[in-house]
C-alpha cells in the first residue's frame, strides 16, 4: 500500500512538474513567427484616385479600430480587456517609431491578406483578414496607407498588447496566418445581388460580425456556423455588451424592414423604430445608395437562417 502511495506521488509530482514547464514555456517563450508566408510582387499605383478609394475603404474597414479620439489620426486606441489580457489596435501613422513607416507595400498586403505582420509574428485575430476582396481594392488600401492624409499625421503613441496566459497560449498553439486565396473581381454594380453579397463577404466583412460564431469562414463565409443569423457577443469599452442581430429574412432579422428604412439605418445610424446603432455597429455613410440596395438585395435573396440543431 504504501508503495503503492509512494509511485502515485512521485507520478502526480512528475506532472505538476510537467505542467509547470508547460506554463513557463508559454508564459516566457518568444511568440511564433511565420517567416514562411511570401511577400508579394507588388506596383501598387499611388495616383488620387486609387487613394481616394483606400480612403474611403479605411474609413469603412479599419477607422473603427484604429481611430485615436485624442488626436483624430490612425494612432490607435485601448481595444479592452478580457480574458486574453489587454489590447491596443496599432499605431498605423505614419509615424517612423511608433507608426508603420517601415512597412513595405508587399509587407502591407501580406499583413492584410493573411494576418503575418512585418515582424513575421501574427497579428491578433481580431485584426481582419481581407482575404478575399479584390487586389484592386486592398491595393488602394495600401496607397492610402501611404499617403499624406491627415488621417495618418505621424502622432509618436505606443499602443502594447499584454496577454494573459491563456493568450499567449493560444498564440503558441492555436492561431495561424489565414493562407492566401485567390483574389476575386469585383462583380459590376449592375448585378445588384452579385455586388452586394461580395460587400458582404469580401469588401466589408458583414458576415464577420453577424454570424452566431466569431470562428468565421473567411475563405467560404456562407459556411460559417449560422451565416448571416446574428448572435455574436461585443464587448467596447464603456458599454454593455451588445448581440449582433440576425440580418436573414424573411422570418427573422429585417424581415419587417422595409427597402427604404434599410438604406436610411445604413447611412445614419438609426433603426426603424428610432433607436440608433451601438458600436461596433456604425453608420456606413460612405456607401452610396445602389451599394445598400445591392446588400438588400443580396440579404433578400439568401432566405432564412438554417441553424444546425446542438
Ligand atoms: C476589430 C478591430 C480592427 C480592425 C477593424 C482593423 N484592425 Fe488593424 N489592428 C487591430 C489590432 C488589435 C492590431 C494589433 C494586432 C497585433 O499587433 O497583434 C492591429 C494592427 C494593425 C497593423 C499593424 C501591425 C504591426 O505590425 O504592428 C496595421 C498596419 C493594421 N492593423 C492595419 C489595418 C487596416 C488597414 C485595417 C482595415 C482594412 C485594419 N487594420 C482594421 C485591430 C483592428
Ligand atoms: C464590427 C462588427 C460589425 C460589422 C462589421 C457589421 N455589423 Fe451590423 N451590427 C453589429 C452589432 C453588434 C449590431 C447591434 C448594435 C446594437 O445593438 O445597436 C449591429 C446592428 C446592425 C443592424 C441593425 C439590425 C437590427 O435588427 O436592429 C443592421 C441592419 C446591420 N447591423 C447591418 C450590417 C451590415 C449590412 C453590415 C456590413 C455592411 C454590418 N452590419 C457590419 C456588428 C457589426
Given at each position: 500500500?504504501?508503495?503503492?502511495?509512494?509511485?502515485?506521488?512521485?507520478?502526480?509530482?512528475g506532472l505538476?512538474?510537467?505542467a509547470?514547464?508547460m506554463?513557463?514555456?508559454v508564459?516566457?517563450?518568444s511568440p511564433?513567427?511565420?517567416?514562411?508566408v511570401?511577400?508579394p510582387?507588388?506596383?501598387v499605383a499611388?495616383?488620387s484616385a486609387?487613394?481616394?478609394?483606400g480612403?474611403r475603404?479605411v474609413?469603412?474597414?479599419?477607422?473603427g479600430?484604429?481611430?485615436d479620439?485624442?488626436?483624430?489620426?490612425l494612432a490607435g486606441?485601448?481595444?479592452?480587456?478580457?480574458?486574453?489580457g489587454?489590447?491596443h489596435?496599432?499605431?498605423?501613422?505614419?509615424?517612423a517609431a511608433?507608426?508603420?513607416?517601415?512597412?513595405?507595400?508587399a509587407?502591407?498586403?501580406?499583413l492584410?491578406?493573411?494576418?503575418v505582420?512585418?515582424n513575421h509574428?501574427?497579428a491578433?485575430?481580431f485584426?481582419?483578414k481581407?482575404?478575399?476582396?479584390?487586389?484592386?481594392?486592398?491595393e488602394?488600401?495600401?496607397?492610402f496607407?501611404r499617403?499624406d492624409?491627415?488621417l495618418?499625421?505621424?502622432?509618436?503613441?505606443?499602443?502594447?498588447?499584454?496577454?494573459?496566459?491563456?493568450?499567449k497560449?493560444?498564440?503558441?498553439?492555436?492561431w495561424k496566418?489565414q493562407?492566401?486565396?485567390a483574389?476575386?473581381?469585383?462583380p459590376?454594380?449592375?448585378?445588384?445581388?452579385a455586388?452586394?453579397?461580395y460587400?458582404v463577404?469580401s469588401?466589408?466583412?458583414?458576415?464577420a460580425?453577424h454570424?452566431?460564431?466569431?470562428?468565421?469562414n473567411?475563405?467560404?463565409?456562407p459556411q460559417t456556423q449560422?451565416?448571416l443569423a446574428g448572435?455574436?457577443?461585443?464587448?467596447?469599452?464603456?458599454?454593455?455588451?451588445v448581440?449582433s442581430?440576425?440580418?436573414?429574412?424573411?422570418?427573422?432579422?429585417?424581415?419587417?424592414?422595409?427597402?427604404?428604412?434599410?438604406?436610411?439605418?445604413m447611412k445614419?445610424?438609426?433603426?426603424?423604430?428610432?433607436t440608433s446603432?451601438?458600436m461596433p455597429m456604425?453608420?456606413?455613410?460612405?456607401?452610396d445608395t445602389i451599394e445598400?440596395?445591392?446588400?438588400?438585395?443580396?440579404?433578400?435573396?439568401?432566405?432564412?437562417a438554417?441553424i444546425?440543431?446542438p
Open positions: 500500500m504504501k508503495n503503492i502511495l509512494k509511485y502515485l506521488g512521485l507520478g502526480l509530482g505538476l512538474m510537467l509547470l514547464i506554463v513557463l514555456f508564459q516566457f517563450s511564433p513567427t511565420f517567416e514562411e511570401p511577400l510582387e507588388l506596383a499611388t495616383d486609387s487613394v481616394q478609394a480612403k475603404l474609413q469603412m474597414n479599419c477607422a479600430c484604429h481611430l479620439p485624442e488626436s483624430g489620426t486606441r485601448w481595444f479592452g480587456q478580457n480574458p486574453l489587454e489590447a489596435t496599432a499605431n498605423i501613422t505614419r509615424d511608433t507608426g508603420i513607416a517601415a512597412y513595405t507595400d509587407e502591407l498586403y501580406r492584410l491578406r493573411t494576418g505582420k512585418r509574428e501574427l491578433l485575430p485584426m481582419p481581407l482575404v478575399s476582396m479584390s487586389d484592386e481594392e486592398v488602394d488600401i495600401i496607397a496607407l499617403s492624409d491627415p495618418l499625421q505621424p502622432v509618436e503613441a505606443e499602443r502594447p498588447i499584454e496577454l494573459s496566459l491563456l493568450g497560449a493560444l498564440v503558441k498553439f492555436a496566418p493562407p492566401y486565396q483574389a476575386r473581381v469585383k459590376p454594380r449592375g448585378n445588384a445581388v455586388y452586394g453579397e460587400l463577404n469588401q466589408l466583412l458583414c458576415f460580425c454570424s452566431a460564431t466569431h470562428e468565421v473567411l475563405a467560404a463565409p449560422g451565416y448572435g455574436t457577443e461585443f464587448v467596447e469599452p464603456g458599454q454593455e455588451p448581440v442581430p440576425s440580418l436573414r429574412m424573411p422570418a427573422d432579422g429585417l424581415g419587417s424592414w422595409t427597402e427604404a428604412q434599410f438604406i436610411t439605418a445614419e445610424g438609426v433603426r426603424p423604430d428610432g446603432f451601438l456604425e453608420a456606413y455613410d460612405e456607401l445598400i440596395r445591392a446588400i438588400w438585395a443580396y440579404l433578400g435573396s439568401l432566405g432564412p438554417q444546425a440543431g
